[in-house]
């Protein structure tokens, strides 16, 4: 086995190496992408034996950080634009997981640092690309719509049978259909149905990619997570009231799309009349399960108190920096106040007040770095509501973090939404081309007039 292994590697690494090379922010986002898809059909689960226990996101990270490395060997420059706010909490998971190190051993504190690592690496580490890719909103949307169609296929052969369903420790007998996908995957769908409405609104409905986006809203309506459809919805109506006023054939055709579509779901119960009560049974018994003593909202608030409490009655200095990573709570705490759902609690109980203020100084800095552009690139150098989607995006991750602590995928996005608005973007869209290709997609003529992958060396090699 370990010959097998030590050829496979032979193999493979230069490959990797060569990918890596040539096209790191690439590498980088499909590293991030495949730890996730990973992480949902099983692979990995249980980590790899390499002396410590290393999960699919730990060499999500690690790809991260080497990309970071191959693209300021390149262009001979270190980062300028980073996310400071997520590098000041990375330092902060770093501190106390070396503090849990010295205390616990490797493994308590590797488990407990990685909640916080997930999330704000990737942000640090695609806000570090600034210099090799110049990020526009549709390049933006148009991975947001890739990785939803990859996550819509996945849920569909679940569903179908094609695939078995998730393992859980938890059994929701009150769901007439059974979730398939995280929430953090269904948070991903969510942003993409967000970005792909504001492109429109930018630049004029296309029916195509309205009724994507009508997928878009049925696949988060059936993954039946409660805290992303308020978190979608909050993004959407921000989206609406924002937007500047639509040109009056754009209205029309919308209205004309919003009738039809009103028409086919008026008639839907003559065809198939079990339908429209299965979607009102749906409905109703998740929003009974929130009223209920034993809900999880209730466990998960009764978790937050108890989390808080702990938190403030610790001594100045975890108070101020968070206890070390890697601390056994099993038997003095209940599950939910060590198991956090939720960034901003589980920031001051791991993180102290420093990982806490960090975390909303992070948001809130993005939110007013978007707000200072009084324009967004795009593809076609088209404005409009470009700035608006962004804030819909933010608004919505925001919204998550009340019940959800995020994951890579959603770290990447708001690292790449901070990229997005850089003061300067770069004049190229990556490494200087030798060649270029087009790649014509599932509705790229809306969402990017085209997407350039460009294949080439940097200056330092070619000159």
Not at 16 to 37: K, N, T
Not at 49 to 74: H, I, K, N, Q
Not at 99 to 121: E, H, M, Y
Not at 318 to 346: C, N, Q, T, W
């Amino acid at each position: 086995m370990p010959i097998a292994f030590l050829a496979a590697a032979v193999l493979i690494l230069p490959l990797v190496a060569l990918l890596l090379w040539r096209w790191p922010v690439a590498f980088a986002g499909a590293s991030v992408v495949a730890a996730a898809f990973a992480d949902l059909i099983g692979i990995g689960k249980k980590g790899f034996e390499m002396g410590v226990t290393v999960y699919p996101t730990d060499l999500a990270c690690a790809a991260l950080v080497v990309s970071c490395v191959v693209v300021a060997a390149r262009f001979r420059s270190v980062p300028r634009d980073l996310c400071w706010p997520a590098l000041i909490l990375l330092f902060l998971g770093v501190l106390n997981f070396a503090r849990g190190v010295v205390v616990f051993g490797i493994q308590a504190p590797g488990n407990g640092a990685r909640d916080l690592v997930n999330l704000v690496l990737p942000a640090v580490a695609f806000t570090a690309f600034g210099p090799a890719i110049r990020m526009t909103v549709d390049r933006l949307t148009g991975c947001l719509s890739w990785v939803s169609i990859a996550l819509a296929a996945l849920a569909l052969a679940r569903w179908a049978g094609v695939m078995p369903m998730p393992a859980t420790d938890f059994t929701d007998d009150f769901r007439s259909i059974e979730r398939v996908l995280p929430s953090d995957a269904a948070m991903i769908i969510g942003q993409a149905l967000i970005a792909v409405l504001g492109l429109q609104m930018m630049r004029g409905f296309r029916t195509t990619l309205l009724l994507f986006a009508g997928a878009l809203a049925s696949l988060v309506f059936a993954l039946q997570h409660r805290s992303v459809w308020i978190a979608t919805m909050a993004g959407l109506l921000w989206l609406i009231v924002r937007s500047p006023r639509l040109p009056r054939p754009e209205w029309l055709k919308l209205s004309s799309i919003v009738l039809l579509l009103g028409a086919a779901l008026t008639l839907a119960p003559l065809l198939s009349p079990g339908m429209v009560e299965r979607v009102s049974r749906l409905v109703g018994s998740n929003v009974e399960e929130i009223r209920r003593d034993d809900s999880t909202w209730a466990w998960r608030v009764e978790g937050y108190i108890e989390a808080v409490q702990r938190a403030l009655s610790e001594s100045i200095t975890e108070a101020v920096v968070g206890p070390p990573s890697g601390r056994d709570l099993s038997d003095k705490a209940g599950f939910a106040s060590i198991h956090i759902h939720d960034r901003y609690i589980s920031a001051l109980a791991y993180y102290g007040l420093t990982g806490l203020v960090m975390v909303l100084v992070w948001l809130f800095s993005s939110a007013a770095r978007i707000r200072r552009q009084e324009w967004m690139p795009t593809q076609d150098g088209s404005r409009g509501t470009a700035k608006v989607a962004l804030q819909a995006l933010l608004i919505a991750a925001i919204v998550y973090f009340v019940p959800y602590s995020g994951g890579q995928m959603e770290g990447s996005l708001l690292g790449i939404m901070w990229l997005a608005c850089a003061r300067r973007p770069a004049e190229k869209d990556a490494f200087p081309p030798r060649s270029t290709t087009t790649i014509r997609m599932f509705g790229a003529h809306d969402l990017a007039e085209e997407w350039r992958v460009t294949v080439g060396s940097s200056p330092a090699a070619t000159g």
